[in-house]
């Protein structure tokens, strides 16, 4: 079973760039399809991307495309989400979720490992 964790949150003014990371235990992370989320106070939580097992196709909530970038590298079992053009409304705590297999989602409920979130606050 996969553990994962968050790092590289921070406050930042509109307009910077941010690279959030996620560190995962275990020898099959090249199984597992990513995801990140955000969730903003007050507000649900949001879907922003996905990234396939191999890392080769990545999809992007239409609120951060072209802005983010979602990669991986799978013999460190590491992914990153680097994150240009930070605008106030990206300010959330951000979650790193796994699920084993082929199927990538937006949907939350469908990634049943997560890590602890990373703070993002970007002020303007």
């Known amino acids: 079973q996969v553990q994962l964790s968050e790092s590289g949150g921070g406050l930042v003014q509109a307009g910077d760039s941010l690279t959030l990371s996620c560190a995962a235990s275990g020898p099959t992370f090249d199984k597992y399809t990513l995801a990140w989320f955000r969730q903003a106070p007050g507000k649900e939580r949001e879907f922003v991307t996905w990234?396939?097992?191999?890392?080769?196709?990545?999809y992007y909530a239409d609120s951060v495309k072209g802005r983010f970038t979602f990669s991986r590298d799978n013999a460190k079992n590491m992914a990153y989400l680097q994150m240009n053009s930070l605008k106030p409304e990206d300010t959330a705590v951000y979650f790193c979720?796994?699920?084993?297999?082929?199927?990538?989602?937006?949907?939350?409920?469908?990634?049943?490992?997560w890590g602890q979130g990373t703070q993002v606050i970007v002020s303007s």
């Open positions: 990234i396939t097992m191999s890392g080769s196709t990545t």
């Open positions: 979720a796994a699920q084993r297999g082929f199927t990538a989602s937006r949907v939350g409920s469908t990634y049943p490992h």
